[in-house]
């Protein structure tokens, strides 16, 4: 090697390395730590009290949030609805349960539907009292309705550590008045301030999550997140759904995570995934997902391995965090998916759940850090 050839090398090398030690947080995605293992267990509360038994792995019966923690569950993800017709989970029901989240020494996460039944890209209802309002009086019902449940959590003890405005809103919220139509993103923009200020004006220490199912593509997520921050919207977390039924590769969630890191400068959080153990149905309601994951079995351990598979995928992408969307939600009548019938539907998820159908938990699910 000559000697010029050795000083230029020598040049480049000492240049990659100053990039490297002056590259920011959203720039170093690659290995990233879980610190936020969650679970979404909004179902739990009913489900305890209309007869669910649950078990480890070895058939012992257990407190299921306990069997949660030891596969390594450090947060706990709650919805609430505005006025339910069954009351789960209404404000009363997600009180009461954050103080048995606390207490077992969880995170909290509140996601906020702002609505009375579901909402996700497909559906987002308005809760009827708020049915008549146009979007300056849902702008402030947004704040109030924030502030006043966090205030409450915060009273009792039990202050949020982080809050989704909105659950999915991959094209907006409160529909139709806060829906994003011709790429026009002024009215949601100003119910995601008013969420984001209510919370901050509550404990400025909660974090606050936006969240999209949006993990499919990034020119999708890019749209979406693009268009909020081109009318000044201010988030703390970027939150994405991924079902490998619906979301595309995992290789493909690697780099969505990876873009929508860097570009926004804000850490990622997968908040909803789910793998399924069979394919059978639990119960006459037909199931939500009825394909396994490519590679993935559904299996007992197929389960396991997707679920591992799908966390190092988000880590890969620089994620801090990954929730299991329902994983105690087994067949129990009385706990049905319909808040206006919850006595009487069923359960599609009785086939992701991380409990068998006799509440027995996969010891091949693990959340990592």
């Known amino acids: 090697m000559s000697a010029r050839r050795f000083t230029v090398l020598v040049a480049l090398l000492v240049t990659a390395l100053a990039a490297t030690a002056t590259t920011g947080p959203a720039d170093a995605r690659a290995a990233s730590t879980l610190s936020m293992r969650g679970a979404d267990v909004s179902s739990l509360q009913r489900g305890i009290e209309v007869g669910a038994k649950y078990y480890t792995a070895a058939g012992a019966a257990a407190d299921p949030l306990d069997v949660l923690k030891g596969a390594g569950v450090n947060y706990v993800r709650l919805r609430v609805w505005n006025n339910p017709a069954s009351g789960y989970n209404n404000q009363a029901k997600v009180l009461s349960y954050a103080k048995t989240v ?7 996460l509140v996601d906020f539907h702002y609505s009375d039944t579901w909402a996700d890209p497909g559906h987002q209802s308005k809760p009827a009292a708020w049915a008549s309002h146009g979007i300056s009086a849902l702008t402030t019902d947004v704040y109030n309705y924030t502030y006043n449940l966090c205030t409450s959590l915060k009273a009792q003890g039990t202050t949020p550590d982080s809050v989704q405005i909105g659950n999915e809103i991959n094209v907006g919220m409160l529909w139709n008045d806060g829906k994003v139509v011709n790429n026009n993103f002024t009215n949601l923009s100003n119910l995601l301030k008013a969420g984001y200020n209510a919370t901050k004006a509550c404990n400025s220490g909660t974090q606050v999550i936006i969240h999209t199912a949006n993990s499919d593509s990034q020119a999708h997520a890019r749209w979406f997140y693009d268009g909020i921050t081109a009318h000044g919207v201010t988030w703390d977390i970027t939150g994405l759904s991924y079902y490998c039924n619906w979301h595309g590769t995992m290789a493909n969630l690697t780099s969505v995570i990876s873009d929508v890191g860097s570009r926004y400068g804000k850490p990622v959080v997968l908040a909803e995934t789910a793998t399924p153990f069979t394919l059978a149905n639990a119960d006459s309601t037909t199931n939500s997902i ?39 939600w087994i067949a129990t009548p009385g706990n049905g998916w319909d808040p206006a019938d919850i006595n009487n539907s069923g359960d599609g998820w009785d086939n992701m759940a991380v409990f068998n159908w006799t509440g027995v938990f996969n010891s091949a699910v693990r959340w990592i850090s």
């Open 102 to 108: 606390k207490a077992k020494g969880f995170k909290l």
């Open 290 to 328: 009825t394909t396994a994951c490519s590679g993935y079995p559904a299996t007992w351990t197929g389960q396991g391995t997707a679920f591992t598979a799908v966390q190092n995928a988000a880590k890969a992408g620089g994620a801090i965090g990954v929730f299991y969307w329902e994983p105690t």
